[in-house]
């Protein structure tokens, strides 16, 4: 009797309802800082990769900007600078690539306006698989 109660609460799932499949790209928390000169800007994310391959971001944009390109900062003989980087950035299957302050993120050139804290700075990111995820970041203030 008890095999048999462990095995209903098993197979319990199966018969029900599942909760729905994440999408195959996903974006988390998107944030990106305030710019009061209405230049420049860095957003930062996470992007979680759902498939079973390998995917690429091939490119982002924003409605905002002229320009999205991806940078990383590093540190080089005591001294931070900001390098650009090929756009191609590959994430593996069940994989994350996480952009953040001191590492890689997108940086948004030829703002169309200021951006202060509690805007949101809308993102298109392009993958090479032909899947457009649009993302929206909260700015926030320094």
């Known amino acids: 009797m008890r095999r048999l109660m462990c095995?209903?609460?098993l197979l319990a799932p199966a018969c029900g309802e599942r909760p729905p499949a994440p999408p195959p790209i996903e974006v988390h928390d998107a944030w990106?800082?305030?710019a009061d000169s209405a230049t420049?800007?860095?957003a930062y994310l996470t992007i979680l990769n759902h498939e079973i391959q390998?995917?690429?971001l091939s490119s982002a944009s924003s409605p905002l900007a002229?320009?999205?390109t991806m940078h990383e900062t590093m540190?080089?003989?005591g001294m931070?600078?900001?390098?650009?980087?090929?756009?191609?950035?590959?994430i593996a299957a069940g994989d994350s690539l996480v952009l953040a302050p001191g590492a890689k993120h997108l940086m948004m050139t030829g703002l169309r306006r200021t951006l202060a804290g509690g805007d949101s700075l809308p993102l298109e990111l392009r993958f090479s698989d032909g899947h457009?995820?649009?993302a929206t970041a909260a700015v926030r203030a320094p």
């Open 32 to 34: 990106a800082r305030a």
């Open 40 to 42: 420049v800007t860095a």
């Open 66 to 68: 002229e320009s999205v």
């Open 7 to 9: 095995l209903a609460f």
């Open 75 to 77: 540190e080089m003989n």
């Open 80 to 90: 931070v600078h900001m390098m650009p980087l090929d756009s191609a950035q590959t």
């Open 54 to 56: 390998a995917v690429t």
């Open 132 to 134: 457009v995820v649009h």
